[in-house]
């Protein structure tokens, strides 16, 4: 203990016996006298009424004549906006996707245009390749990420088209994954253009980081009394034995309560599979992806969009938008730049941004909220996390 501490904790030690001990000789003169000591500091207090007396003008008082003075427990509440006036709008991700997406959109306003817009800037022609495909072409992540993007903004102008208030009173938005981008879009945090430009990018760097390091993902469902952490460890030690370049296995995406996906290297994702019912895993189901996304094997694609990001003009959102990597809201245009690339190795944390935007107290009512992309995958999740925000959700489809 350094001398500093011993001098502070003998002084402290000599005022506290002090104060104890003076406390004692009050109780003691008043206990003689037959009096209350708690009696007589307070017959004894002085009030503020004492201060008003015309010798004692030049006391000073905490408040005006006129003020009026706060009770004991009484605070200013600003008012609540019933949750029924709000919305929440989700953008799905990639392997969501399906030819034929877009087809019965193309009579609102602005959807060809934004089609017409992204294969311009794309060099192809990306309209065509949503409603004929082939399949093969369209599921691969340099085609799929621009496809469901423009895709779930089409889906965006039926919705302000069919309900305006929606995003009139729209107080929050979230995407999984490449949905994020979309949300940061909506939120005119980055343009369309610029938007298109990223998601060129990164989708290009994904690809090339998922030939450059195999991998692969399943979807996991369990019970309370599996051991996915152990087993993702387990299958992680075998891939390093069977000498497997980047050895890997996580949980890259956070679904609902007993349903998590997997990222991993080859070896370790062929581990799981036959070894699930060791670490009583009930479903593994392997996913046609092209990479291990949101996994350490994704590094190579990590510089690109840093790059590109560097480049492109980012604004602060104009409503909350929520981060994929911890769910947490960005607070600026600063926080998404370096936030942001953080996500292609991170995993997506949507079950736990789920609860952060629907928490709520017992009895209080729940906004509206609105998934716009292909598909209705978002709602189903949403189900499994919170059945009342669900109650409140519809799917705008592509």
């Known amino acids: 203990m350094s001398l500093f501490v011993r001098v502070?904790?003998?002084?402290?030690?000599?005022?506290?016996?002090?104060?104890?001990?003076?406390?004692?000789?009050?109780?003691?003169?008043?206990?003689?006298?037959?009096?209350?000591?708690?009696?007589?500091?307070?017959?004894?207090a002085a009030?503020?009424?004492?201060?008003?007396s015309e010798h004692q003008v030049w006391a000073t008082l905490p408040y005006g004549e006129t003020a009026k003075i706060?009770?004991?427990?009484?605070?200013?509440?600003?008012?609540?906006?019933?949750?029924?006036?709000?919305?929440?709008?989700?953008?799905?991700?990639?392997?969501?996707?399906?030819v034929g997406m877009g087809k019965?959109?193309?009579?609102?306003?602005?959807?060809?245009?934004?089609?017409e817009l992204a294969s311009y800037l794309?060099?192809?022609?990306?309209?065509?390749?949503?409603?004929?495909?082939?399949?093969?072409?369209?599921?691969?992540?340099?085609?799929a990420q621009p496809a469901v993007f423009v895709s779930s903004l089409a889906a965006l102008e039926k919705l302000k088209e069919e309900r305006p208030d929606a995003i009139d009173n729209c107080v929050a938005t979230a995407g999984f994954s490449l949905g994020e981008i979309t949300s940061l879009v909506f939120a005119g945090a980055i343009g369309f253009e610029d938007a298109i430009r990223l998601i060129r990018i990164r989708g290009e760097a994904m690809q090339m980081a998922g030939e450059m390091q195999k991998g692969s993902m399943v979807r996991v469902l369990y019970g309370p009394d599996a051991s996915v952490g152990f087993a993702c460890l387990k299958a992680k030690e075998w891939a390093i034995e069977k000498g497997d370049e980047i050895p890997e296995c996580r949980v890259s995406n956070y679904l609902y309560p007993h349903s998590k996906i997997i990222a991993g290297s080859i070896s370790a994702i062929e581990f799981l599979e036959k070894n699930a019912k060791e670490f009583k895993l009930k479903k593994v189901s392997r996913l046609a992806v092209s990479g291990a996304f949101h996994s350490d094997l994704m590094a190579p694609a990590l510089q690109p969009v840093r790059k590109i990001l560097s480049k492109i003009n980012i604004e602060d959102p104009v409503i909350n938008v929520y981060s994929n990597v911890d769910g947490k809201r960005y607070r600026n245009a600063d926080h998404i730049r370096k936030q942001l690339p953080k996500q292609i190795i991170k995993p997506v944390k949507w079950e736990q941004t789920m609860h952060v935007l629907y928490e709520r107290d017992q009895g209080e009512y729940f906004p509206r909220t609105f998934e716009c992309g292909p598909g209705s995958s978002l709602k189903t999740i949403l189900k499994q996390v919170n059945a009342k925000a669900w109650d409140h959700c519809v799917s705008i489809e592509a």
């Open 70 to 98: 706060r009770k004991q427990g009484e605070y200013f509440q600003k008012e609540k906006k019933d949750p029924r006036d709000s919305t929440i709008i989700l953008f799905p991700g990639q392997a969501t996707q399906y």
């Open 47 to 52: 009030s503020f009424d004492d201060l008003k």
């Open 122 to 143: 794309l060099k192809y022609d990306l309209l065509k390749l949503c409603l004929e495909g082939p399949k093969e072409k369209l599921d691969e992540t340099r085609y």
């Open 104 to 115: 019965n959109l193309l009579q609102f306003p602005l959807v060809r245009d934004l089609f």
């Open 8 to 44: 502070s904790n003998k002084v402290l030690k000599k005022r506290f016996c002090r104060n104890v001990h003076t406390s004692w000789l009050f109780f003691k003169d008043n206990k003689e006298n037959n009096e209350s000591p708690l009696k007589k500091m307070l017959d004894e």
